[in-house]
């Protein structure tokens, strides 16, 4: 007869006990720790002296730990703020440590720390007038941070870019918003590597070729005297798609409800999301208050619900929750998500189709020299459906004539406005809610009776010195 006895707590044996010639089998238990050497230990009942007594030697191997955590570079705007990671580790009793290299990156959770975890990390003010760029090492990983300058912002729509089978590279378009410079370019490195020069201090272009596992794009503007400044940074991810049919964001599918540009949008605004089976089925809001979810989809800006007023396996409409804050922020659809701007204007007017062109939504009120007011639509349609723009008359009996027009994005009472037709100033009387349906805004602007005879005239509204569509009236 036998015994068999593990002389340590991570060898199990089965049946430790028996007589006569088995097998018997052990267990290894998994090591958290450093390498171990265990014995286990034979005992024989019989007579022979030297073999009452054998010993087995196991030498188990230390335990490899591994940190895992996104790769991607860290992307911090210009008002303070807190950003939270989680590090996820194979083992309970991996210790791991957290340094910063930067006076304006604080480490908020304790430098060392054991098995999976959070860290956090404050980001100061950014007063400096450009971006700036810092590094956290987490473990054997050191992370990116890019933080932008103020009044400026660069988002990608979609991020990341889903690539399904046979796919190596997709595309994004990116769309940014800067003040006090000239002209803006966008390059995929800091030192050089400029991809698009010269472009305007509010606009979007399309970065094609972005493979795994992605993309940094930086924002620098540029001033007539030569000088040039990083100003703010994206980052484009790539990532698995689905099986079957997935929601897409369409490429820089994401803008201005009534002028339909690809761009930043304000608080308050309708703005429209362009894609592919954005929505199950195809439903349009029948009352108000709006709903949050229709054709079994919903739209979230920084975590916040959007009012929805029509959703279609190619479009949903929505309304910017009034409290998102100015900056980049994701929004979502479904699981498919990108990067909006939020600016605190984003004009945008209503047109439609007319014979010739478009024209847009509203009506004219004109006011004779008697007093007597009278009010017609801009836009007149056959019972055929054919619309034609109709003319606007001044006239010596006429006192005044006010356009009542209708747009988005531009409510804000705080900020600079202003309203030209064919470049001359015409006096706004009101903009602000229509008042009646969310996000829709109203624009009351009188008409300079020095245009009378102009005939074709070219109508823009600008808030905050950000312009809208330009719309085109005919005036007699």
């Not at 959070?118 to 400096?128: A, G, K, P, R, S």
């Not at 009120?365 to 007597?372: D, F, L, P, Q, Y």
């Not at 008359?393 to 804000?412: C, H, K, P, Q, W």
Request: charged letters at 15%.
């Amino acid at each position: 007869a036998w015994t068999m006895r593990s002389l340590v707590p991570w060898l199990k044996i089965a049946s430790p006990t028996g007589s006569g010639t088995r097998s018997v089998s052990a267990t290894v238990l998994a090591n958290v720790g450093g390498s171990r050497v265990g014995v286990i230990e034979l005992l024989s009942n019989n007579c022979n002296v030297s073999a009452s007594r054998q010993q087995i030697t196991f030498q188990q191997q230390a335990f490899l730990c591994t940190l895992s955590l996104s790769a991607d570079p860290l992307i911090a705007r210009a008002d303070a703020s807190r950003t939270r990671m989680f590090v996820n580790s194979n083992g309970t009793n991996c210790t791991w440590s957290t340094s910063v290299s930067a006076p304006w990156v604080l480490l908020r959770t304790p430098a060392n720390q054991i098995g999976s975890n959070y860290v956090e990390l404050d980001i100061l003010d950014n007063d400096t007038g450009e971006a700036r760029e810092s590094t956290a090492q987490i473990g054997p990983q050191l992370v990116r941070i890019f933080q932008d300058a103020r009044q400026a912002a660069l988002g990608a729509v979609p991020n990341p870019i889903p690539l399904c089978e046979n796919q190596t590279s997709g595309s994004s378009g990116l769309t940014w918003d800067a003040r006090g410079f000239d002209s803006i370019e966008v390059g995929t490195q800091l030192a050089g590597g400029s991809q698009s020069g010269n472009q305007p201090v509010q606009g979007s272009t399309i970065q094609g070729n972005i493979r795994r596992p992605g993309q940094s794009y930086f924002l620098f503007g540029l001033r007539a005297n030569g000088e040039r400044k990083w100003i703010a940074s994206t980052h484009v991810g790539v990532s698995n798609c689905t099986p079957g049919p997935f929601p897409q964001i369409g490429l820089g599918g994401l803008g201005n409800s009534a002028s339909f540009q690809f761009g930043p949008l304000a608080p308050g605004q309708l703005g429209t999301i362009y894609g592919f089976n954005l929505a199950q089925f195809q439903e349009a809001a029948a009352r108000v208050p709006l709903p949050t979810e229709l054709g079994g989809t919903r739209v979230s800006i920084a975590g916040q619900a959007a009012q929805l007023v029509y959703a279609s396996l190619a479009q949903v409409n929505f309304v910017v929750p009034d409290s998102v804050p100015t900056g980049t922020h994701k929004i979502s659809v479904g699981d498919s998500t990108g990067e909006v701007i939020i600016v605190p204007a984003s004009p945008g007017l209503f047109t439609t189709a007319v014979l010739g062109g478009i024209s847009p939504l509203g009506s004219v009120v004109t006011i004779s020299e008697a007093g007597e007011q009278s009010s017609k639509p801009l836009v007149s349609c056959s019972v055929g459906g054919l619309c034609r723009a109709e003319p606007i008359t001044l006239s010596d009996d006429v006192r005044e004539v006010i356009l009542v027009l209708y747009g988005t994005g531009m409510r804000a009472s705080s900020l600079n406005r202003s309203c030209s037709i064919a470049n001359v100033p015409a006096e706004i009387l009101y903009l602000g809610p229509q008042g009646e349906f969310p996000g829709l805004d109203q624009i009351n602007v009188r008409v300079p009776n020095l245009l009378r005879g102009v005939g074709s005239a070219l109508l823009e509204v600008a808030v905050d010195g950000r312009k809208s569509n330009a719309v085109r009236l005919t005036l007699q």
